[in-house]
């Protein structure tokens, strides 16, 4: 066993938990909270993507244009909940999916016009594009390290609001039981919005900070929202904490697999079945890990209390 | 009541008129990808069959023809339906573009079924070209593992010994790597076929990195190509490890290559069975007409291969006089080739597959515009290995 490649490969899969964590935190509190299913979430990824690449390119630095790019993006969302997403939360989840799926077609399709097929991207600054060199050889590109501090950032002040702010008390009330915070008199209708703002804002973030990476295209946003959703059903759904955990799960899981399981299948066949099998049963993993977890406790890892 | 029928009947007349002629104008059915960001090539070659058209004149034979795009948005359901579409609702006589060879799978069989003559701009299923060929299947691009197979024998010029493979987990992927491995003579320490929702290579470049090979093939063709770079770029490889690819450095991608300034990948190789600069007459028109029609741009080998299935198209009904139904007269027209190629003359195997020359191409600034140039032929007359299971 290499253990350079190994501790590599952990630091990859966290990188990876970090951006599931970033999308999954907003969508089990939209879920969760507010009892809708956004299949356009990833839409907002690709809006901080497209965001922060446009302002980026405008301000010539990558820091001030994605400062700049925050607050768009919590005005995207406040938007789109009071103009469109609003109007589904009386209706059944079959209607929601269909909303909010014609809404992904949509954005997708003006994002190609807006951007153009080849879409946009980032390029680093030279004091983010060198590697890290960790005791015992392990090197680590600086801005993945970047994204894995800052997404620890985000989640140690998304616990800090959740559990110690008075807004964070409403957010739980609302995950455990929407129907009493509304009766006890509490704006339900501004605190939807505002956790939908704040899912924007999260999801806005995983699109920027993910952009000088892979770059921002239309469509990005769905091939990731699947594993975003795999995330809160494992993590229990309104649990930020269980988003955590399931997210840096899910990241490790998965990049485990796709680095090491060719090799795990070889003593078991030849060399060609290991190849073919092997990228097949990585990309499978982590919805065998779900199955389990499901199985065992069907509400996830953490449901929120009284649920 | 006798009044309505005098007003109808000169209507009717001028109705009936113009469907007269539309029903004798040739009609060609384009299936391409013109949403999604694999529009970036669809783009490309929907500007080509244009030119195609000025150059003809807009005629075939003698007769005029009309060109009918329809959008694929790289699935295979939607390439099907809208290949039938062109069959049932357009009447087309022919079918062309296909970028992906899982969309050309579910939409040769339907339109080889109707009887049509079928030309794959781009789209080189290996199949088509051994066991499932068919005497009204064209390609006028080449078989996926005729490339990579060149790539191989540039690798073996240039003295990799240890190679490392990066492709894309579908059909065209599969048979690219087959390529590659066939001609290659040194050892391959690593293979990895990515799954095509991923964007993210963190892994696969860690396993790269630790296998220390000495060369890395890679086919990430269309929006893969830019983000692949930049992260191998970003992990440090690019100063210890020189890139060789497919299908990922082209016309289509240069300008947003350029554009994001990612200049390690200026003389990086790749093969390919054209270039821009390739030196004929024909080529030089194209290329020309090309940058006037599309942004000032180079054209790709999408463009290319898109401009040829026209043009050999347009040879075969010359062929048959203008008489685009008469698919035998058609077929037999095609099958000799005779128009002036962007690639010279092309000469097609029994199996409807180009024979021809593969050129190692590098990566240059060339007046500040980015381009691929020929730097030498790799391979001569090169036919797809499974030619001979073809029972044409």
Redesign the interface.
Known sequence: M?Y??LA??IF?GF??GIILFLLAAGLTLVFGIMDLVNLAHGTLYMFGAFFAATFVELTGSLVLGMILALPAMLVAGILLEVIVLRTLYERDHLDQVLATFGLIIFFN?LF?VVWG???S?I??PPYL???ITLPGGI?V?E??MVIIVSGIVIALLLYFLVSKTRIGMLIRAGASNREMVGALGINIKLLFTLVFGLGAVLAGFAGMI?T????A????GE?ILILAFVVIVIGGIGSIKGAFIAAMLTGLID?MG??FIDVALLPFMDAVSA?TAG?AIS?MLIYILMAIILAIKPSGLFPPKGA | MLKKLILAAPLSVMLLVPNVEAAEKIKVGIVITLTTPASIMGKQMKAAYEVASDHLGGKMGGKEFEMIFEDDGLKPNIGKQKTEKLIKKDKVDFLTGYIWSHVMGASAPVALKAGKIFVSSNAGHSPYAGKMCHKNFFNAAWENSQNPMAMGSLLNQRGVKNLYVLSLNYAAGKQMVAGVERTFKGKVVGKDLVPMAHKDWSAELAKVKAAKPDGVFVFYPGSWGPAFFTQYKQAGLNKTIPLYSVFSVDGANLPVFQKRKMDHLLGTYNTMFWAPDLDNATNKRFVADFAKKYKGQKPSHYAAQAYDSLMLIAAGVKAAGGDAKNTDAVRKGMEKADFDSVRGRIKFGKNHFPIQNFYAREVVNKNGQWQVSVRGTVVKNHAPVMSNECKL
Do not use: D, F
């Open positions: 290499n350079i490649l590599e490969q990859n990188q990876l399709e190609l097929p080849e879409g991207g390029n680093l594009s060198g590697l090197t590109p801005y993945r993910i000088p990476i892979t770059q295209e239309s469509g990005m091939s990049t796709r680095s190849e990228p990309s």
